[in-house]
């Protein structure tokens, strides 16, 4: 493969390379970072045909435009962003060729809010720490020093060759999410869960919540009817993704990928991993319910994701 460039001709209000993010480092405040919908991402390098670990651009809220250098195949998976190359539309969930000057455009988000662009054999983009997942607090990650892309970068990735044959694919439709639909995610409950009172379980589980607009990489800040949290001291402790945190005033928050790596806040439990890509797709106002996941069913769930997509 020839080494192409892909140019940034307008980043939107966040672009950011990922891959599954970095691991083992949490003891030392790195957070994890990659992909807010693993799901989108793990089928953007799936149409590929790329092992699932290789870097894509998560682009939030469209206002994207990027010329291609050499012609490849690439991919759109997540929200739908109005993605057309040369004005004309692409069709979301699915592998394409561009050729060289081409450009690809994203537009407002019509449905969720990220959506993921790959391409074939990912970007080439250096490691930090294992991995090039872009954390801003972190300084970590992208082109460089965790920044988020900017017009004028250029973000290297590997050309097709002249005589190379790619076979475009779509995903079936009945496997792409309605991000617009009502959420209901899947509990798997904690230790902490004892030190809450029965009523404020309770309350959890039958209040329908929704999205404030305080969401982020970090996290999704959800409200809901209020509830008097009684004062529970907990020792601060590491933070799994999809940990439930419950603050003083009641109003729930679900970490992300981006949250910090230790916190006192008691905690209910975590967030299935295979329902947070519904969540980090979520706009502002959209319902929210949470339910007890069993883990057994979880579990199995997760295999089957894992050894499809190959992880």
């Given at each position: 493969m020839i080494k192409a460039e892909l140019k940034v001709l307008k980043p939107g209000p966040l672009s950011l390379i990922q891959d599954l993010g970095r691991?083992?480092?949490?003891?030392?405040?790195?957070?994890?970072?990659?992909?807010?919908?693993?799901?989108?991402?793990?089928?953007?390098?799936?149409?590929?045909?790329?092992?699932?670990?290789?870097?894509?651009?998560?682009?939030?809220?469209?206002?994207?435009?990027?010329?291609?250098?050499?012609?490849?195949?690439?991919?759109?998976?997540?929200?739908?962003?109005?993605?057309?190359?040369?004005?004309?539309?692409?069709?979301?969930?699915?592998?394409?060729?561009?050729?060289?000057?081409?450009?690809?455009?994203?537009?407002?988000?019509?449905?969720?809010?990220?959506?993921?662009?790959?391409?074939?054999?990912?970007?080439?983009?250096?490691?930090?720490?294992?991995?090039?997942?872009?954390?801003?607090?972190?300084?970590?990650?992208?082109?460089?020093?965790?920044?988020?892309?900017?017009?004028?970068?250029?973000?290297?990735?590997h050309s097709l060759l002249a005589n190379q044959y790619f076979e475009k694919k779509q995903l079936s439709f009945r496997y792409q999410p309605d991000y617009d639909l009502p959420i209901t995610l899947r509990v798997v409950e904690g230790y902490q869960k004892n030190a809450l009172p029965k009523h404020v379980v309770e309350w959890f589980y039958h209040t329908e919540f929704e999205v404030s607009k305080n969401i982020d990489r970090m996290g999704y800040r959800l409200q809901g009817a209020s509830i008097d949290m009684p004062t529970i001291e907990m020792r601060s402790e590491g933070i799994a993704l999809g940990a439930i945190q419950l603050p003083p005033d009641g109003q729930p928050i679900v970490l992300l990928n981006d949250r910090q790596t230790i916190g006192g806040y008691p905690k209910i439990g975590c967030v299935s991993r295979i329902d947070l890509p519904r969540l980090a797709q979520a706009k502002p106002g959209q319902k929210v319910r949470f339910v007890k996941g069993h883990l057994d069913e979880l579990q199995s769930d997760w295999v089957m994701w894992a050894n499809y997509f190959g992880y």
């Open positions: 691991f083992g480092h949490a003891h030392t405040g790195i957070t994890q970072g990659g992909p807010l919908d693993e799901y989108a991402y793990s089928w953007a390098n799936y149409l590929l045909g790329n092992k699932v670990n290789l870097p894509c651009i998560e682009i939030t809220l469209g206002q994207t435009q990027f010329e291609v250098g050499t012609k490849s195949a690439f991919s759109i998976c997540g929200a739908n962003l109005n993605a057309t190359l040369d004005d004309i539309p692409i069709t979301n969930w699915s592998s394409f060729i561009a050729k060289q000057g081409q450009v690809i455009r994203f537009s407002l988000a019509k449905n969720g809010l990220r959506a993921y662009l790959g391409v074939l054999g990912g970007f080439d983009v250096p490691l930090a720490h294992g991995s090039c997942s872009t954390v801003q607090r972190d300084q970590l990650g992208g082109l460089v020093g965790g920044n988020a892309l900017k017009q004028g970068d250029r973000i290297r990735y």
